[in-house]
C-alpha cells in the first residue's frame, strides 16, 4: 500500500463549479501536509499548506482529518486555469523525509 | 530573481555511462532534496540534504549519490545508470524544516538511459 493515495481523477468540472478531493496518509505520526499544484509535467508549485484547523486561501479551501488521515482540497468558482494536477504532500515524523501522492488531474471545462 | 535550477534539463544516455546533474538555488535555503516522478507514482524522494555535509536517503536512494560540499549545489550523480533509471528529475529546496517547509521545486531534468 502507497504511503500517501490520491484519486488520479480526471475530474471533469465546468467553469465555475465547486470540486473537492482528498489524499490519505498511512504514518499516522505524519507533521505537516501541503498541496502542490503541477501542470503538464512542469514543476510542481506550492498551493498551500494545510494546517489542522483548516484554512483557506481566495477560492481554495483545505483541510486536515488527523482521524481518518486524510487531507482534502475544496476549489470554489473554478477557472480555466485551475485545470492542473495537484498533489499532495507529507512531511513524516522523520527529519526531512517527504512521501507525495501521485495526484489528482483536474480539467476544468467551458 | 530566486530560483531553483537544474541542469541538463533534457539528457539521453546509454547504460553503464556515468552522469551527473547539477542543481543549484540561490535562496540560501539549508534543504535540498531530489525526486523522481514517474507515471502513476507520483514524485519520490531520492536523497535529502539538511544543510553542508550533511545527506541521507529518501524512498529509493539505490544507483544514486549525491553531495553537498557547498550551501548552494546538490549535485545528483548516476555512477552506472541503467534504462529503469529513465525518468523526470526534480530537486527541489526549503528554507528550513521547522515550521512550514516549503519547498521550491527546480524545472526538471527529463533522463533517458537506453
Known amino acids: 500500500r502507497k504511503e500517501v493515495e490520491q484519486d488520479p481523477g480526471p475530474f471533469n468540472v465546468p467553469e465555475g463549479a465547486t470540486v473537492a478531493f482528498n489524499c490519505t496518509y498511512s504514518n499516522s505520526a505524519s507533521q505537516s501536509f501541503f498541496w502542490y499544484r503541477q501542470d503538464c509535467r512542469k514543476e510542481p508549485k506550492l498551493l498551500m499548506s494545510?494546517?489542522?484547523s483548516g484554512n483557506e486561501d481566495g477560492r481554495f479551501t483545505a483541510q486536515l482529518n488527523r482521524a481518518s488521515q486524510y487531507i482534502s482540497l475544496l476549489i470554489r468558482d473554478s477557472k480555466l486555469s485551475d485545470s492542473a494536477t495537484y498533489l499532495c504532500a507529507v512531511k513524516g515524523d522523520s527529519w526531512g523525509k517527504f512521501q507525495f501522492g501521485a495526484g489528482t488531474q483536474v480539467v476544468v471545462t467551458p | 530573481e530566486a530560483q531553483v535550477t537544474q541542469n541538463p534539463r533534457y539528457l539521453i544516455t546509454v547504460t553503464g555511462k556515468k552522469l551527473t546533474v547539477t542543481c543549484s538555488q540561490n535562496m540560501n535555503h539549508e534543504y535540498m532534496s531530489w525526486y523522481r516522478q514517474d507515471p502513476g507514482l507520483g514524485l519520490r524522494q531520492i536523497y535529502y540534504s539538511m544543510n553542508v555535509e550533511v545527506t541521507d536517503k529518501g524512498d529509493v536512494p539505490e544507483g544514486y549519490k549525491v553531495s553537498r560540499k557547498e550551501k548552494r549545489n546538490f549535485p545528483l550523480i548516476l555512477e552506472s545508470p541503467s534504462p529503469n533509471q529513465t525518468s523526470l528529475y526534480f530537486c527541489?529546496?526549503?528554507?528550513?524544516?521547522?515550521?512550514?517547509?516549503?519547498?521550491?521545486f527546480g524545472p526538471g531534468t527529463r533522463l533517458t538511459v537506453t
Open positions: 494545510v494546517y489542522s
Open positions: 527541489a529546496s526549503s528554507p528550513r524544516l521547522a515550521g512550514e517547509p516549503k519547498q521550491y
